[in-house]
């Protein structure tokens, strides 16, 4: 790994070793990027933020009745700066980037709702992210109002009914909805989020170095998600760093001993421990 790239690493394991609603999530997005983006100038961008939030507060309504502050602020960030849901390329790895997407103003559920939360918080207008199955939104809810708002289209409202509708014209009987799914996420979880997609899109591209770090990265973040263990163990694997994948493996097989994919991994460390001579 590049020495920028660890310093990124390392900066987001200090950043998030505190009470999750007292991580910079904007930071944090961006030290994601830092990764991809060595020489990323986390602070312009953050500065940028800053700027967006004092343009946005001066078109903010007077009263503070919610639903006419979001729409203030869809008219702001939708409408004024033209941020928009890239479905021509959805699965473009730049749509994962908070930097790309303040250049770009395109981006994924995610991260345009990354953005909305963090101009929203600038201005004092409270949004949590909700991790729907499929489709990330926000949720607004304080004093007896509470609706949801889609950033990846225009920050349009949606009820509780609208919600379990898209959930299931998704998948239809293949997943029940929960009342779970919406409840707010942490902190963390959205960036384990922002990561998982990453992880995907690097698969897809097989640039399985970059996956490896996007699963380290989630791993720092959720160091009980096992099934993360398990595919870092497989990635070292198909890069041959067949040590590292004996340990993964063999951790996820300890911590999960009754794994439905239990077997095929005992196949791939009963490989690996047959390599002695190619461990490292």
Known sequence: ME????????????????????INLAEAALLIACEEYPRLDIACYVKRLDKMARSLQARLPRGGEPARTAQAINAYLFGELGFSGNR????????????????????????????????????GFP??????????????????????????????????DDCRD?????????????????????????????????????????????????????????PDAHCERRDRGLLYFRLECFQ?????????????????DGRTIRKHVERLSGLGHMLN
């Open 3 to 22: 020495p920028l790239a660890v310093e990124a690493r390392r900066r987001l394991g200090e950043l998030i070793n505190c009470p999750d609603d007292e």
């Open 88 to 123: 021509a390329a959805y699965y473009d790895l730049r749509n994962s980037f908070l930097n790309d997407v303040l250049d770009r103003r395109l981006g994924i559920p995610i991260t345009l709702s990354t953005l909305y939360m963090e101009v929203a918080r600038r201005v």
């Open 127 to 160: 949004v949590e992210g909700v991790g729907l199955p499929g489709h990330f939104m926000l949720r607004h809810s304080a004093n007896g109002s509470t609706f949801y708002i889609d950033a990846f289209n225009a920050g349009s409202f949606l009820s509780e």
């Open 166 to 222: 898209r959930v299931d014209h998704m998948y239809g009987d293949s997943l029940v909805f929960r009342d779970e799914f919406l409840e707010p996420v942490k902190k963390r979880q959205v960036l384990v989020r922002m990561l998982y997609n990453l992880k995907g899109v690097y698969i897809s591209m097989e640039d399985y170095e970059k996956a490896l770090a996007a699963t380290d990265r989630i791993l720092l973040l959720d």
């Open 244 to 260: 590292s994948a004996l340990v993964d493996l063999s951790a996820y097989l300890e911590r999960k001993p009754d794994a439905e």
